[in-house]
């Protein structure tokens, strides 16, 4: 019963090439955030959706496009891949305020 | 800008000691929260404790304790008894509450080493 879960674990891919990650949560928690950790352990919020709403874009570049298809569910979508964009991204979700966050074990993307 | 300071890059404590792991932040705002997330090799993030700002009373969960001194701007983190299954990284997180996207502002992490 994984809370958070993102697919896939690992994904290798091409320079120039086009890829999505999934992320989906069962525990009915209306925000939803994708989180970018780099090589240096990093972590920088990318984007937060509430309710499928856009709440936060983080001057993260056009190329990517997060997508909301119901509050169970954000991706991310990532066009016209460059090598800086390796890192280990991860989906997160949120209850109430009074609470902290779930995180979804992470998708590390290897841009060769 | 609100930022979050983790002074200490790497840390170690010899197993069942006390260790202390620091985090400072910087913010103007009053209504906040802190966060100890800890990721171990396995990259899972885990909620390790919080803490309200307007609390004066220190947050505890079992052998993980915080050392809230909010004048300061001062959040660190004790873990007694520290087993080998603490050796991870350590994230301090802040939470800016007049924020309508309650996202997380991580510092750059301290990695803990447990000598056994």
């Known amino acids: 019963d994984t809370a958070v879960s993102q697919t896939p674990k690992y994904l290798v891919t091409q320079m120039g090439n086009d890829k999505s990650i999934k992320c989906e949560q069962n525990?009915?928690?209306?925000?939803m955030y994708w989180y970018k950790q780099d090589s240096k352990k990093f972590l920088k919020i990318m984007f937060s959706?509430?309710?499928?709403?856009?709440?936060i874009n983080e001057t993260v570049p056009n190329r990517f496009s997060p997508k909301s298809p119901d509050k169970a569910h954000l991706n991310l979508h990532i066009n016209s891949l460059e090598l800086g964009d390796s890192a280990v991204y991860f989906c997160a979700s949120r209850a109430g305020t009074a609470y902290g966050y779930t995180f979804g074990s992470g998708t590390r993307l290897t841009v060769v | 800008a609100q930022t979050v300071t983790q002074s200490q890059p790497e840390m170690s404590v010899q197993e069942a000691e006390t260790v202390t792991l620091s985090c400072t932040y910087d913010?103007?705002?009053?209504?906040?929260?802190l966060f100890w997330y800890k990721q171990p090799p396995s990259r899972q993030m885990i909620l390790v404790i919080r803490?309200?700002?307007?609390?004066?009373q220190n947050a505890t969960e079992n052998r993980f304790s915080v050392n809230f001194q909010k004048a300061a701007k001062s959040f660190s983190l004790k873990i007694s008894d520290s087993q080998l299954g603490d050796a991870a990284m350590y994230f301090c997180?802040?939470?800016?509450?007049?924020?309508?996207?309650?996202?997380?502002?991580f510092g750059s992490g301290t990695r803990l080493l447990v000598r056994p």
């Open positions: 959706y509430n309710n499928k709403e856009l709440i």
């Open positions: 525990l009915g928690h209306d925000t």
């Open positions: 803490q309200e700002a307007y609390k004066q």
């Open positions: 913010t103007s705002e009053s209504d906040y929260y």
């Open positions: 997180a802040y939470r800016n509450d007049m924020d309508s996207s309650y996202k997380l502002i």
